[in-house]
C-alpha cells in the first residue's frame, strides 16, 4: 500500500531577490494572483504562466511513497530554477545546476528570468536549523560558461560542472563558498545546449572519476596526457549548434566508440578511457561500492527505454557498430522494435537490460545506506521523467550479469490496483512532476529535483517562469541527521568512508590513501563490516595502500565470498597488477569473476592470453549473454586464433554443434568459421532459429567469401534461409560488402510509353516561352499522375517549376496515387487549410470506432498499431504511455515542432540530377535513404550533389489529408484508448 503525503508550505530567506512564481488559478474569473497558501499548513497550487489548468493544492504537490517512508518538500523556487542535476556535500548541503538558458533559441529574451545573459549558476541550497526543509539559498557560480549545465560532483573543495562542451573543475581555497578558480578540465564534446552532451560526473570506489556524454557528437577530446578521444555518428539535430556529425572515427587506441558513451578519467585529467559506447543518451552513469556501473537510457519510440547493467567496453547497440546507420536501417524481417533498436541478436552487443517502456529517463543512483532501512540497501533507483516516477531495482546476479525487476517507488500518482491512468488526465500538474536527479545525502535520505513542467523530451519546456523544487524521502518517524565528519584522523577517515553519499566517501578515500600502508590494519577492519558495501570499499582501497594493502588484497582473491574476490580482482586491476592471476582467476566458480577476467584479457596479446581464454572458454555454459560478451572481449584482434582453440574444445560437425560452439561461433564470427558457418545455416538437420544465427554470424565476416556464402545460401531449397539469405545480401551491399565486389545495378526504369508521355509534359511545362495556362494544363495532367508526380517533386526541389504553377496545381498532386509524392509534396507545395486548434479539440468528445476508421484509412501506410500498418514512421502501438490527449494532437498536428529522431527527412540530388526523399538510414561510403512507402534507395557518397535536411517531417499535416477537428478528436480517443 502507498500513502499520500500532503508536503507543508516552505519557508526562506533567499539571498537574491526575485518574485515568486506560484500562482493560484482562481476559479472566479480566473484571476490570478501572487500567494502562499496559510493557515491550513499546505503547499499552494502550483500553476504558472503557462495558463494551463490546475488542480488543488493537496493533489499538485503529492508524492506517494512505500507506507515506511515519508516525503517532504525541503526547498522549492525561487530558492533555484529548472534543476537538472544535484550533488550532496559533507555538510548536508544540496548544489544544484541550474538550466534557466536551456533551449534560449527555442524562447524570447523577455520571456527568461533576469540572470540569463550571465550565463547559468550553481546554487547552494543549506538546512541550517536541521528541520527537514532548506532555508538558505546562494549562488556558488554564475558563468558565461554555462548554458544549461547538466550534471554537478562536489568532491571537497572542488565543484566539477558538466555542461558541453567542457568539463569543469571551480575549485574553493578559501572555503566562502566563492570559486577561486576555474579550470577547464576536458573540453571537445558535442552537444552544446542539447539533452545528449555530457553528464554528471561521480567519484568511483576506485578514486578515479566516472561520467558519460549523450549521441550530440562528434566528441573531439584530448585528457592532458595527450590522448585523443574522436567519436561520432550520423545523428546531428536537436539545436541549431549540431550541424556536422560522422561515424566511423579513430581514438588514439585505434578503436572506433560511437554514440553515447561512459568514460573514466584520473582526477588530474590524464587517463581518459571509454568504458562502454553505443548509447542513445544515458543521462548518468553510476556505480556501486563494487565497481559494477548502471545506466539507464532514452529511446526514438515508445516502448523502448531501458535500465541496464554496463559491462566494461561493453556496446549498447543502438547504431550499427561504426555509427554510421540508424537501428531502422538494421531491423530485419520479424525482429521486434525492441531487439532491433537496441540490435539485440547482433554479435558484439551487450544485454540490453530491463525494458522500462516509454518514457525519458534521467537520474540514477545506487543506495548502500541502512538509514531507510536495510530492505533498501543495495537499490537501484532511475529517475523516470517521462513517467512521473522513480523505477527501484534490486539487481539479482544471473550468471556474469544481473536480473533487474523493476517497481514504481516513488510517484505522484498512486500506486495502487486501480492506478490512475495519467494519460487521461489533460492538464493535471502532477504529471508535472519530472524527477530530473536523485541523490543520496550524507544523512542517508533521498533527494529528488523535479524539474517541473509540462512536458518532457523535445528539445523545449513550456515553463518560462523556470520553477523546481527539491523533495527528501526518509524514514517514517525517524529523524535523519547529518553525521560530523572527522577527515582529519584516520578514526574519522575511516568511519567517512562508510557514509552513504557517494562524494563524500570519496574524501575519505583520498584521506585514508595519503597515509600509505599505515592505514592498512585500520581499513582491514572495515572486511567484517555487516554492510558488505563497506567492504568493497575497503577491498579497493587496500589495492593502492602500498606493497602491503596490496598484498591484503592478493590474500582475497582466494576469500570463500564470491563478492570480495570480484573486488579484490578490481582492486588488482585499478593498480595494474592483475597478470600475475588472470589464468589462476579464469577458473574461478564464480561467472561474474571469469567475466571480469575475460575483460582484463582485451589488450593482452594471443600468447600470453591463450591459457586464461583457454579456461573461460571451457566453462562457457552456452546460455550466459554476458560471459559470452566478454571472451568476445577477451578474443579482441585476435578472434581467428580463438577460434582455433574453441575448435579443438568442441569438437563436431556444423550440423552437430552443442550450444557453446554455436555461441562463440556467432560471437567471434572470424573468417576461418565460413565454411562451418554456411554448412550449418543450410542443413536442414538444425533448427532454423540456429540456421538464422549462422546466417547473422556471416552477415558480421567483412570478408569476400563471407557475401559469396551469403549469395549461395540465398538459393537454397530452404526456404526460410533462401530468404533471410537474400535479405542479408540486398543490405549489406550497401554498406560493410560494398566494396568486396562488382554488384550489379539496378535495373534501370524503363522507358514506358506512359512515362515518355510525361517527360513530354515535362518540357512543356518547363518551356517559359510556352503559355502559362498551357504550362498549367499539362502541369495538372502530370500531377494526377504517379510519374508525372514523381516529375513534379523533383522539378521542385531543384527549382524548375514557378511558384504560380506550383499553386496552381497543389489541389491535384495531394491527391496523386503514389504515398511517396502526396507525402513530399507537402514539403515543397502551398496548400491553404484550416488552422486546428488543439486546446478546442481536446474538448470535443471523440468516437473510437470513428477514429479506428480515420486510422486505418489515413495512418497504417507509415504508422503501425499492433499488428496493423506498416513501419514508416514510429510504432504507435504503446502512444497512449507516452502522450495524454493534447501532446498527442499536438504531434499530430504540428508534426514538424518537434521530429522523433531518426525521422528527420533528407533531399539528396545526385551529379547525375537525380532526387532523392526519405529517411536518412545509413551514411558514409554509401548513403541510403527510404521513402514513406518503404523504398530504400542506395546512393554512393561519391555521386552526391547536394543533401538537405528538410525542415519540415514527412508525416502530412492533418489538413493536408482532408482531416477536420472532430476526425483528430476521433482519431487521438481510440489512440489512447488502445491497451
Not at 542513445?280 to 523502448?304: A, F, H, K, P
Not at 525482429?335 to 537496441?342: A, G, K, N, R
Not at 502532477?430 to 542517508?444: A, C, E, L, N, Y
Amino acid at each position: 500500500m502507498s500513502v499520500g503525503v500532503k508536503l507543508q508550505s516552505v519557508s526562506f530567506s533567499p539571498v537574491y531577490q526575485i518574485s515568486s512564481r506560484k500562482f493560484l488559478w482562481s476559479c472566479l474569473g480566473a484571476a490570478l494572483s501572487c500567494f502562499l497558501m496559510s493557515g491550513n499548513g499546505q503547499q499552494g497550487g502550483n500553476a504558472r504562466q503557462s495558463g494551463m489548468p490546475v488542480i488543488t493544492a493537496d493533489d499538485s504537490s503529492r508524492l506517494y511513497v512505500p507506507d515506511d517512508l515519508e516525503v517532504t518538500l525541503w526547498a522549492e523556487a525561487p530558492m533555484f530554477y529548472n534543476p537538472t542535476n544535484m550533488d550532496i556535500d559533507k555538510k548536508g548541503r544540496v548544489w544544484v545546476t541550474e538550466a534557466v538558458n536551456y533551449r534560449d533559441f527555442n524562447t524570447k529574451p523577455a520571456e527568461r528570468l533576469s540572470h540569463k545573459q550571465k550565463g547559468d549558476r550553481v546554487m547552494i541550497l543549506e538546512d541550517k536549523d536541521g528541520d527537514g526543509k532548506a532555508e538558505s539559498s546562494k549562488v556558488f557560480v554564475e558563468d558565461s560558461l554555462l548554458t544549461a549545465p547538466l550534471g554537478i560532483a562536489v568532491i571537497g573543495n572542488k565543484v566539477i560542472v558538466s555542461c558541453a562542451p567542457n568539463l569543469i573543475v571551480y575549485t574553493d581555497t578559501d572555503g566562502d563558498d566563492k570559486p577561486d578558480k576555474r579550470e577547464v578540465l576536458l573540453t571537445g564534446f558535442g552537444g552544446f545546449d542539447h539533452d545528449h552532451s555530457l553528464h554528471s560526473l561521480v567519484a568511483g570506489p576506485d578514486g578515479r572519476y566516472y561520467f558519460n556524454t549523450g549521441n550530440a557528437g562528434p566528441h573531439h577530446v584530448t585528457d592532458k596526457g595527450g590522448w585523443k578521444l574522436n567519436s561520432g555518428s550520423l545523428y546531428t539535430g536537436g539545436t541549431p549548434y549540431n550541424k556536422s556529425n560522422e561515424g566511423n572515427q579513430r581514438s588514439d587506441d585505434g578503436r572506433v566508440w560511437v554514440g553515447g558513451m561512459a568514460l573514466r578519467i584520473n582526477p588530474d585529467g590524464t587517463g581518459l578511457k571509454v568504458l562502454g559506447h553505443n548509447f542513445r543518451n544515458s543521462y548518468e552513469v553510476c556505480l556501486d561500492s563494487y565497481g559494477n556501473m548502471w545506466q539507464n537510457d532514452n529511446d526514438d519510440q515508445v516502448i523502448t527505454c531501458r535500465v541496464s547493467f554496463l559491462q566494461e567496453n561493453g556496446n549498447a547497440g543502438y547504431f550499427s557498430a561504426d555509427g554510421t546507420r540508424f537501428w531502422q536501417a538494421d531491423r530485419r524481417p520479424g525482429q521486434d522494435i525492441f531487439t532491433t533498436h537496441w540490435h539485440q541478436e547482433d554479435p558484439g552487443v551487450m544485454p540490453a537490460g530491463d525494458n522500462s517502456g516509454a518514457g525519458s529517463p534521467t537520474g540514477i543512483v545506487f543506495y548502500e545506506g541502512d538509514q531507510l532501512g536495510k530492505k533498501y540497501r543495495g537499490t537501484l533507483l532511475s529517475c523516470e521523467a517521462g513517467r512521473n516516477v522513480i523505477f527501484a531495482y534490486q539487481p539479482e546476479i544471473q550468471g556474469a550479469g544481473f536480473l533487474l525487476k523493476r517497481k514504481d517507488l516513488i510517484s505522484s500518482f498512486p500506486q495502487t490496483s486501480e492506478r490512475y491512468e495519467w494519460y487521461e488526465t489533460d492538464g493535471d500538474t502532477r504529471k508535472w512532476f519530472r524527477p530530473s536527479d536523485i541523490s543520496v545525502g550524507p544523512d542517508g535520505a533521498l533527494y529528488i529535483a523535479d524539474w517541473y513542467d509540462p512536458i518532457v523530451g523535445g528539445h523545449g519546456m513550456k515553463d518560462k517562469a523556470g520553477y523546481g523544487r527539491i523533495y527528501r524521502i526518509t524514514p517514517k518517524g525517524k529523524k535523519l541527521t547529518v553525521p560530523e565528519t572527522d577527515l582529519s584522523s584516520t578514526t574519522g577517515l575511516v568511519e567517512a568512508l562508510k557514509n552513504p553519499a557517494v562524494n563524500v566517501r570519496a574524501l575519505a578515500f583520498e584521506g585514508l590513501r595519503s597515509k600509505g600502508d599505515a592505514v592498512v590494519n585500520d581499513v582491514k577492519t572495515l572486511l567484517s563490516a555487516e554492510n558488505p558495501y563497506h567492504q568493497a570499499r575497503a577491498i579497493w582501497l587496500l589495492g593502492q595502500l602500498g606493497e602491503k594493502g596490496k598484498a591484503e588484497v592478493v590474500k582475497l582473491l582466494q576469500s570463500g565470498n564470491a563478492a570480495q574476490r570480484l573486488a579484490a580482482f578490481r582492486s588488482l586491476r585499478a593498480v595494474s597488477a592483475e597478470k600475475p592471476y588472470l589464468l589462476q582467476m579464469s577458473k574461478d566458480t564464480d561467472a561474474a569473476v571469469r567475466r571480469e577476467v575475460g575483460i582484463a584479457l582485451r589488450d593482452v596479446p594471443y600468447e600470453e592470453a591463450k591459457g586464461p581464454v583457454l579456461e573461460l572458454i571451457k566453462r562457457y555454459d552456452g546460455k550466459d549473454p554476458w560471459m559470452l560478451e566478454a571472451i568476445g572481449t577477451a578474443s579482441d584482434g585476435k578472434e581467428e586464433k580463438v577460434y582455433g582453440d574453441v575448435k579443438e574444445t568442441f569438437k563436431a560437425d556444423p550440423a552437430n554443434w552443442n550450444a557453446q560452439r554455436a555461441g562463440l561461433a556467432w560471437r567471434l564470427h572470424p573468417v576461418a568459421a565460413i565454411g562451418d558457418l554456411k554448412i550449418r545455416a543450410g542443413s536442414a538437420k538444425v533448427l532454423d532459429t540456429e540456421r538464422r544465427k549462422a546466417l547473422t554470424a556471416i552477415a558480421f565476416i567483412k570478408n569476400k567469401q563471407a557475401a559469396e556464402a551469403m549469395i549461395a545460401l540465398s538459393k537454397s531449397n530452404l526456404p526460410d534461409v533462401a530468404s533471410t539469405a537474400s535479405w542479408w545480401v540486398n543490405f549489406r551491399k550497401t554498406n560493410d560488402w560494398a566494396d568486396l565486389m562488382n554488384w550489379e545495378e539496378a535495373v534501370a526504369k524503363a522507358m514506358t510509353p506512359a512515362y515518355n508521355k510525361m517527360l513530354g509534359l515535362k518540357k512543356t511545362v518547363a518551356d517559359k516561352n510556352t503559355a502559362i495556362p498551357v504550362r498549367i494544363e499539362a502541369a495538372r495532367k502530370m500531377a494526377a499522375d504517379k510519374d508525372g508526380g514523381n516529375i513534379l517533386v523533383d522539378m521542385r526541389v531543384q527549382g524548375q517549376l514557378a511558384d504560380t504553377i506550383a499553386r496552381a496545381v497543389s489541389g491535384i498532386i495531394f491527391k496523386n496515387p503514389d504515398q511517396n509524392v502526396r507525402v513530399v509534396a507537402s514539403q515543397f507545395f502551398p496548400r491553404n487549410g484550416k488552422v486546428l486548434k488543439t486546446d478546442f479539440i481536446a474538448r470535443m468528445q471523440g468516437n473510437p470506432q470513428k477514429g479506428k476508421m480515420v486510422f486505418l484509412n489515413n495512418c497504417t501506410s507509415c504508422h503501425k498499431l499492433g499488428t496493423q500498418g506498416a513501419d514508416i514512421g514510429p510504432d504507435l502501438t504503446l502512444i497512449h504511455t507516452k502522450f495524454d490527449k493534447p501532446g498527442l494532437l499536438d504531434a499530430i498536428v504540428n508534426p514538424s515542432a518537434s521530429m522523433v529522431f531518426g525521422y528527420e527527412a533528407y533531399t539528396i540530388t545526385t551529379k547525375k540530377g537525380q532526387t532523392y526523399f526519405g529517411f536518412l538510414l545509413s551514411d558514409g561510403g554509401t548513403v541510403v535513404l527510404k521513402d514513406v512507402s518503404g523504398q530504400k534507395y542506395t546512393i554512393k557518397k561519391d555521386d552526391i550533389r547536394s543533401r538537405e535536411k528538410m525542415g519540415q517531417s514527412l508525416m502530412p499535416e492533418p489538413t493536408t489529408l482532408g482531416l477536420n477537428e472532430q476526425d483528430l478528436a476521433d482519431l487521438t480517443t481510440y489512440l489512447l484508448g488502445i491497451k
